[in-house]
């Protein structure tokens, strides 16, 4: 088996020589080698050589950080506004294994807010679509989409083997079936909503006494009056940011900001605050 090391070259990097590997010779030596490219960039990693596209991730975290980011699994439930969201920026920091699942197709409204959504990829499937941009964004990694809705019949299989779970839908029955299972599964479930200017984001723990219902309480459907709202681009887009950097997290071995806590986002005025559940 070549080495690695042959296919890489050195930068300058903080001060000192750093072995690099850009894409295409990495995905060559996974052919060549028969290993998937995820295995590969892991590979790389453990033998000291940091994929190219990973380098501006140092020194804001370390090489372990990286591996652990790299062999991690994360099922993501939706793929629109926060979906969207999350699944571009874990591929981009270089999770291995992302699956997700939603069940609609891509339409005009979702212009607006949701990042696979263009179009030319209008009446497809988001799961589709989110697999594909996936690929284009980093083909080191593997992406499982799932086309349907997520129940009470499919949840546990779809978590079978994951590490996290994330909330990115806009219906409270799925978001509690989604916990209780993670629950289940004995996996951490982050949790996040958006409408309008505000937004909100949550993370529980398998071993926590708390759970959505000290959020929501016995409520199971949203007001007509938050339906109402709309969801402006950029709330998205701040709620998923924060809902990855809570991911990214946990899976590189790091402390959840937001056990136990609600944080509160009002974009129009600016303010963000953290309350105790």
């Known amino acids: 088996m070549m080495q690695l090391i042959d296919h890489a070259c050195s930068v300058d990097f903080q001060g000192r020589p750093q072995p690099v590997i850009e894409d295409a010779p ?21 033998s000291g050589v940091i994929p190219l596209r990973y380098l501006k991730n140092f020194q804001a975290i ?45 339409a005009p409204s979702n212009l607006n807010r949701q990042w696979f959504c263009d179009v030319q990829h209008l009446s497809m499937p988001k799961a589709q679509v989110a697999a594909e941009g996936v690929q284009a964004i980093n083909p080191l990694i593997e992406a499982e989409p799932f086309i349907g809705l997520v129940s009470e ?11 996290l779970a994330l909330d990115a839908l806009d219906n409270l029955q799925g978001r509690f079936v989604l916990a209780q299972a993670a629950r289940r599964r ?8 958006v409408a309008g200017w505000w937004g909100q984001l949550s993370t529980f723990l398998p071993e ?19 339906d109402a709202m709309g969801v402006l681009g950029p709330t ?32 129009e005025t600016g303010r963000l605050e953290i309350l105790p559940l």
């Open 26 to 46: 990495l995905l060559e030596w996974a052919r060549a080698n028969g290993v998937s490219p995820s295995a590969a960039q892991l590979e790389a990693l453990r």
């Open 62 to 106: 370390d090489l372990a950080r990286q591996i652990r980011l790299c062999s991690g699994k994360v099922f993501i439930c939706g793929c629109g506004g926060l979906g969207g969201v999350l699944i571009n920026l874990l591929a981009r920091i270089g999770v291995g294994y992302l699956r997700f699942a939603d069940g609609d197709v891509f």
């Open 153 to 163: 019949e499919n949840v546990d299989e779809l978590l079978e083997g994951m590490d």
């Open 186 to 193: 004995g996996i951490p479930f982050i949790h996040a909503a």
């Open 208 to 226: 926590s006494s708390l759970d959505l219902q000290n959020i929501y309480g016995n409520k199971r459907s949203r007001d007509a009056a938050e």
């Open 236 to 267: 998205a887009a701040v709620i998923g940011s924060m809902e990855a950097m809570e991911a990214i997290r946990i899976l590189s071995g790091g402390k959840p900001a937001y056990a136990d806590q609600l944080l509160y986002y009002d974009g």
